[in-house]
């Protein structure tokens, strides 16, 4: 912990800053000070010292830490985020803190899942160093009914941290995949708990994994000609610790805004969504059927017109993109 405040500080000081300045903030000895600035240089972190001046940051590695992510989310904020190098799944770690007591906008970040998970039970590609993996927790009072609407979105809201941050902006596959040029770089799952007694929410975990910074010879056999990342996409290598940081900013403001702001989130959605007009096969059940789709509703949901003529609207399921 001492090694993730110091590294906070020294990444928000912009000008050289004493070690006795910074064992005074955090309440530590000056020689644990000295300690962790020796820890961090031999993780790659560039830090200057100068006699009577003191230290000063001048790069480091991308590393996702409780550091990294401190200093630039600021002290408050992080009192709701936990970063760890490796977990087996953030979503369920997540569930966990939910039932003893964590509090809406909890954050859980991992640089690694060894046994992430994506829609229908499939497992996640979640590779150590290269990604973003990531879950939110929210408590509304409300019925899960109503809730449906909040993975459409958070997609919205992960393709604007993306945006911001890269300059590249990927587009909405419905209901919740980010794709660019076909490929998949970011998928979103959604974990609902209901009060037995009530039948209204108890918690919401929206688990979010990013591949940021892979290269083609990062993904697997099975998976290379559908997975892509904003690395490949756009061409820049971009710091994971920023991105992180813009999604909490994001889903906060989700928070704060979700219900009475839809319509904002719908525009933005029928903005970025790149499955209207496009010939489509539905798979639900286990059946496959082709479809097209026509339009994305008011409630989110997918308007398509069958093989048959007929238009329908899809709540549930996963579409797929034919392509002819």
């Known amino acids: 912990m001492t090694k993730d405040k110091v590294l906070a500080i020294l990444m928000r000081q912009k000008t050289y800053i004493s070690g006795e300045e910074i064992s005074r903030r955090i309440g530590v000895s000056r020689a644990a000070v000295n300690t962790a600035v020796k820890a961090l240089r031999s993780e790659g972190y560039e830090i200057d010292s100068v006699t009577n001046?003191?230290?000063?940051f001048v790069s480091g590695p991308d590393l996702l830490s409780e550091g990294t992510v401190g200093a630039l989310v600021g002290d408050e904020r992080m009192d709701r985020v936990l970063v760890l190098d490796t977990t087996d799944s953030t979503n369920k770690l997540l569930r966990e803190m939910a039932f003893h007591g964590a509090v809406q906008g909890q954050v859980v970040i991992a640089n690694e899942q060894t046994m992430g998970r994506g829609r229908m039970g499939r497992s996640f590609f979640s590779p150590k160093d290269k990604g973003i993996y990531f879950s939110y927790l929210l408590?509304?009072?409300?019925?899960?009914?109503?809730?449906?609407?909040?993975?459409?979105?958070?997609?919205?809201s992960v393709v604007r941290a993306i945006s911001k941050v890269s300059g590249f902006t990927p587009g909405i596959k419905w209901v919740n995949d980010l794709v660019s040029n076909g490929r998949k770089l970011c998928g979103i799952l959604t974990e609902m708990s209901i009060e037995s007694e009530t039948g209204r929410i108890d918690s919401i975990i929206i688990g979010i994994g990013i591949n940021i910074n892979n290269e083609s010879s990062d993904f697997s056999d099975d998976i290379k000609d559908i997975a892509t990342s904003i690395f490949l996409e756009s061409g820049k290598k971009i710091s994971r610790a920023e991105l992180a940081c813009a999604i909490i900013q994001e889903m906060d403001k989700l928070a704060s805004s979700w219900p009475d702001g839809r319509d904002e989130y719908l525009e933005a959605y029928r903005k970025y969504d790149i499955t209207s007009g496009r010939d489509v096969n539905i798979i639900s059940g286990g059946n496959i059927r082709p479809a097209k789709a026509i339009s994305i509703n008011d409630d989110f949901s997918l308007k398509i017109q069958n093989s048959e003529g007929k238009t329908e609207d899809l709540s549930s399921g996963e579409v797929s993109l034919r392509i002819i």
């Open 53 to 56: 001046k003191g230290y000063l």
């Open 139 to 156: 408590k509304p009072d409300t019925a899960p009914k109503d809730a449906v609407t909040l993975t459409a979105w958070t997609a919205v």
